[in-house]
């Protein structure tokens, strides 16, 4: 069994920084992409930032330039650096990897609420 377990939400002002951090746990082999996304009461979840093998990276435009993405393959751990936030950015923040187990597996994080707020 694999789960991850995300941490680092919370209040903030506007123009401030938060980093979240989702780390993988149970039988892993290999991960391959890890992923970002977030949602807003009535909306779909929307993919937010991408990090493959490699390093290789990508962001919902909204996004780019104030947010990046990272991963420590070591700790089986994504992060997700959060900078000059606004309004907007107010989610539950949830995290998935595609994780080689036993089997392959697709696996999400429990959420994390960020609020950006005055």
């Known amino acids: 069994q694999v789960q991850l377990v995300e941490s680092g939400g919370g209040l903030v002002q506007p123009g401030g920084s938060l980093r979240l951090s989702c780390a993988a746990s149970?039988?892993?082999?290999?991960?391959?992409?890890m992923n970002w996304y977030r949602q807003t009461p009535g909306n779909q979840r929307e993919l937010v930032a991408t990090?493959?093998?490699?390093?290789?990276?990508n962001y919902t435009d909204s996004v780019k330039g104030r947010f990046t993405i990272s991963r420590d393959n070591a700790k089986n751990t994504v992060y997700l650096q959060m900078s000059s936030l606004k309004p907007e950015d107010t989610a539950v923040y949830y995290c998935?990897?595609?994780?080689?187990?036993?089997?392959?597996?697709?696996?999400w994080g429990q959420g994390t609420l960020v609020t950006v707020s005055s």
């Open positions: 998935k990897m595609a994780i080689r187990s036993y089997r392959y597996l697709e696996v």
């Open positions: 149970g039988s892993i082999f290999s991960i391959y992409t």
């Open positions: 990090i493959r093998n490699g390093d290789r990276t």
